[in-house]
């Protein structure tokens, strides 16, 4: 992997970021799917996550499956919060660690793990403490967590995770666009000035699908909050069938889900 600019690196992230979340909505959304052309009626499992105001509401939000399985197969049976704070929390540690090591064999997994297993322990602490958090910053500071956090999950080594995350705490150089150049407040060291996205053979039109797939998730209904409201009429089925329409047409290009693999 090529050293990658502030800006480079944080697109990388985000566009993961991104596609782990529609990637394992659409495929919960078709199991479920799948599922009630049986008359079977599968639970929820993926509910809005990059909504989530703090970590703890993260994980009542995505992968509740996995959740639920790990809190009464693993959390529970050692003792869960029963037998004071240090048990408890050691408790928290083990079964976050096991959650990670689930996704795959690797140390990277094991400490995505570790990672979200210590933003638990913070929380409740935080908690303790009575204080609250302004909402927005709650969120912002909830989802930059686990933007950063993906990365460990998405890196095939170690090398490549300390590469963006390098990157996107500035680590690797900042390159900004040449119009900048004219103000004098961007002209300070370590400053570059040129094609931000050279290591993606200047594609910008992911500048303008970031921000759209950032709305998607926390501004609009889920599917299950859709088809609490469902109300059938000619206009949504045609736009259901128009999207269905589209959906058969590009078969041929999708890739293969990412949660196929755990």
């Avoid at 009626?41 to 399985?69: A, C, E, Q």
Wanted: a neutral charge; charged letters at 15%; proline letters at 2%.
């Amino acid at each position: 992997m090529n050293q990658l600019s502030l800006i480079e690196a944080w697109v990388t992230s985000l566009s993961f970021t991104f596609q782990l979340y529609f990637d394992f909505s659409g495929y919960t959304d078709m199991a479920i799917g799948v599922a009630l052309l049986f008359n079977i009626k599968l639970p929820l499992n993926f509910n809005s996550p990059y909504k989530s105001k703090n970590i703890r509401d993260f994980w009542t939000r995505w992968h509740i499956t996995l959740s639920r399985f790990l809190r009464d197969y693993i959390y529970i049976p050692l003792g869960g919060n029963q037998d004071g704070s240090s048990k408890m929390y050691s408790n928290i540690l083990v079964t976050f660690l096991i959650g990670g090591l689930w996704h795959g064999a690797g140390w990277t997994f094991i400490f995505w793990g570790f990672l979200h297993a210590v933003a638990i322990i913070i929380h409740r602490l935080w908690i303790i403490t009575g204080i609250s958090l302004n909402r927005a910053f709650a969120w912002f500071l909830t989802f930059n967590f686990i933007n950063i956090t993906w990365v460990f999950f998405r890196a095939e080594t170690w090398e490549d995770a300390l590469k963006i995350l390098k990157g996107m705490f500035g680590f690797s150089g900042v390159v900004l666009p040449e119009t900048f150049q004219n103000y004098s407040f961007f002209r300070v060291e370590n400053i570059l000035f040129g094609d931000i996205y050279s290591n993606f053979n200047n594609d910008n039109e992911i500048t303008f699908w970031l921000p759209i797939g950032l709305c998607i998730c926390i501004l609009f209904k889920n599917s299950y909050q859709v088809i609490n409201s469902y109300q059938p009429s000619n206009k949504v089925i045609a736009f259901i069938v128009i999207i269905f329409s589209i959906s058969l047409m590009n078969l041929d290009k999708n890739a293969e889900f990412i949660y196929f693999n755990f």
